[in-house]
């Protein structure tokens, strides 16, 4: 086993700014009936008949469907940069009625039509609407530059930062995150280098809430192609190894222990669209990637004690715990430094039955005690007789 004596490091995940959804438009209601019949026209592209349909309207301002959505919504949702103009010519191009329908905002997620287009990467719509839309609006979360990273846009934010003159390492209100802190978030590896490479983002800012780097983002969202476009990056400018660049990553003031913090992130409950087995898959890449190839101490235990084995145990990861045990030669029955668990015992503490048998099978020994002088299978005797969840598990282990 390795040793390190940092022990001040933290392994929950951070909080990080929630993934925000992507803008659908589909309303059926009469108030909406507009919008439908301008989106289903732009899909097609019958511009012939958007004049048709905006005739009869009298005031583009006010039409709006159940969810907010106003006509310039559905033209920058359609990436029409003629429906935007005749939209405008409906307002005889008066600046501040222009000004006015270009800062609507949607019900739900208070989004401007600019932020649809950069959200999009519709180029033509976007520098329609700059001008006239307020860039970090009251009720907006993300100002256009943030959402056109978080959505991979590259045309876009070369547009927002060479032509408009956009701070590439702005820093939005709520949260603090720079346009590079997100597209690592998001999983844009390719707007992750196009950032640094082409628009000069600083990939050493930290986030003011947090006190994240970029990087540590990646490793949050289990984005490993985009960690090692970081890697790649902070290594060249540095010229240093791999290894020497996770060590400082590691002991950096942040205290954030960043192969701790990919294992503690191996639950899929923000995004209904991973499965757990897969964000458990994509956890185990990350976190052998940072051991093999950036020889991340898997040892180090963070502010509660406990090590890389313990986490896996404790989120349920048999890839995980199967690679420390099996091909890092892991204790099987080591204990956190504080309160003197098992990795069997964290195992069984929050349920999961298929790394309990998998420790079983490694040689975990269930009798030991932790401080309070429980064993795995006192501990799950009790927890089944208040929750039936728990009555498998201790079912299994009693038959051992």
């Given at each position: ?174 949260y603090g995150y720079t346009p590079l ?110 051991v093999n190839e950036l020889n991340a ?104």
């Open positions: 086993m390795q040793s390190n004596n940092n022990n001040n490091l933290i392994t929950t995940p951070p909080s990080q700014p929630p993934f925000i959804r992507k803008t659908h438009i589909q309303d059926q209601s009469d108030q909406g009936k507009f919008i439908q019949q301008l989106i289903q026209s732009g899909i097609h592209q019958q511009q012939g008949d958007l004049s048709l349909l905006l005739d009869p309207i009298t005031n583009v301002l006010s039409e709006r469907d159940s969810d907010g959505h106003s006509l310039l919504h559905a033209a920058a949702f359609i990436g029409s940069a003629t429906l935007v103009d005749k939209l405008f010519e409906k307002l005889q191009f008066n600046p501040e009625k222009m000004k006015e329908f270009c800062n609507l905002t949607t019900a739900q997620d208070k989004k401007t039509a600019l932020m649809i287009a950069c959200e999009r990467g519709h180029l033509d719509v976007v520098k329609k609407l700059y001008d006239y839309t307020d860039k970090n609006g009251k009720e907006t979360l993300f100002a256009p530059i943030h959402v056109a990273a978080i959505n991979g846009q590259n045309k876009v934010l070369e547009y927002l930062v060479k032509e408009k003159g956009e701070n590439v390492d702005s820093q939005q209100d709520v802190h997100l597209a690592a978030q998001y999983g844009h590896a390719e707007t992750v280098a196009y950032l640094i490479d082409e628009l000069n983002a600083n990939k050493n800012i930290q986030c003011t809430t947090e006190r994240m780097l970029p990087i540590h983002t990646a490793i949050l969202n289990n984005n490993l192609e985009v960690l090692k476009a970081l890697v790649h990056r902070h290594s060249q400018d540095v010229k240093t190894s791999n290894a020497k660049f996770y060590e400082t990553l590691s002991n950096d003031h942040i205290h954030i222990n960043p192969l701790l913090l990919a294992i503690a992130n191996s639950h899929a409950e923000d995004d209904k669209n991973v499965t757990h087995s897969e964000t458990l898959k994509a956890s185990a890449e990350m976190v052998k990637f940072l101490d898997y040892s180090l235990s963070g502010n509660n004690g406990i090590s890389a084995l313990h986490m896996a145990a404790e989120t349920g990861n048999c890839e995980l715990i199967k690679f420390f045990v099996t091909e890092k030669h892991e204790n099987v029955n080591q204990l956190t430094d504080i309160t003197k668990d098992t990795p069997l015992y964290l195992a069984v503490i929050n349920n999961h039955l298929e790394a309990t048998k998998l420790l079983l099978e490694l040689g975990a020994d269930k009798d030991i005690e932790n401080w309070r002088g429980n064993t795995p299978l006192s501990v799950v005797k009790n927890l089944a007789s208040k929750n039936d969840d728990y009555q498998p598990l201790y079912e299994f282990l009693q038959s051992q």
